[in-house]
């Protein structure tokens, strides 16, 4: 496992007095980006980041890359990130027989008086296309739903593990697949903005 993290410099774009009359101040704490490598035989691993406050703080996928040369490895390369805690961010795949991937991700930190709430979870399908999660109440018309990336166990067969999520309605995040055939697993997470 290797892994790398970078912290931008957001200081003069981001940590701004609000010259425009809506309070002043600093909307983003801290943004940290990085990868994650995971090797030949690996499903799993963590790389630590700077501590962030998890209520306030958003992961976002940023996608893979596979050194992969051969075809029906899609199992080994699709991936799924997780803020696991306030310092940890979690990688995992279904499968990992030869494929080495390197996952990206961005931890954004944003200021209290910008976040409502942030909620995560995953949703496994198994003999299906539609699956639900229930998360605590928000304001539809403030939230959005974020895909954190989804790992599956078919080598070829893209319809049974590449999903999508969608905010349903307040309490419920759906995951859909296009084919009910293997299992495959889908991390989200849901910003409700104030």
């Given at each position: 496992?290797?892994?790398?993290?970078?912290?931008?410099?957001v200081g003069s774009r981001l940590n701004q007095e609000d010259t425009g009359g809506?309070?002043?101040?600093?909307?983003?704490a801290s943004?940290?980006?990085?990868?994650?490598?995971?090797?030949?035989?690996?499903?799993?691993?963590?790389?630590?980041?700077?501590?962030?406050?998890?209520?306030?703080?958003v992961l976002h996928y940023s996608g893979v890359t596979s050194d992969s040369a051969g075809s029906g490895e899609l199992d080994h390369t699709l991936s799924r990130v997780a803020l696991t805690n306030a310092t940890t961010v979690t990688v995992n795949r279904a499968v990992a027989l030869v494929a080495q991937v390197t996952v990206g991700f961005t931890v954004v930190e944003y200021d209290s008086s910008i976040i409502q709430?942030?909620?995560?979870?995953?949703?496994?399908?198994?003999?299906?296309t539609t699956?639900?999660?229930?998360?605590a109440a928000v304001d539809t018309a403030k939230s959005?739903?974020?895909?954190?990336?989804?790992?599956?166990?078919?080598?070829t067969e893209?319809?049974?593990?590449?999903?999508?999520?969608?905010?349903?309605?307040?309490?419920?995040v759906t995951a859909n697949k296009g084919q009910a055939n293997n299992s495959a697993t889908v991390n989200y997470t849901v910003i409700e903005y104030k």
């Open positions: 496992m290797v892994s790398t993290l970078h912290t931008p410099d809506g309070g002043g101040g600093a909307i983003i943004i940290q980006e990085g990868t994650i490598i995971l090797g030949s035989g690996e499903t799993s691993d963590t790389v630590t980041i700077s501590s962030v406050d998890t209520g306030v703080s709430s942030v909620q995560t979870g995953s949703i496994t399908l198994s003999g299906a699956g639900t999660d229930t998360i959005t739903v974020l895909f954190n990336g989804n790992e599956g166990t078919a080598a893209i319809g049974r593990i590449v999903m999508r999520v969608t905010l349903t309605n307040a309490t419920t």
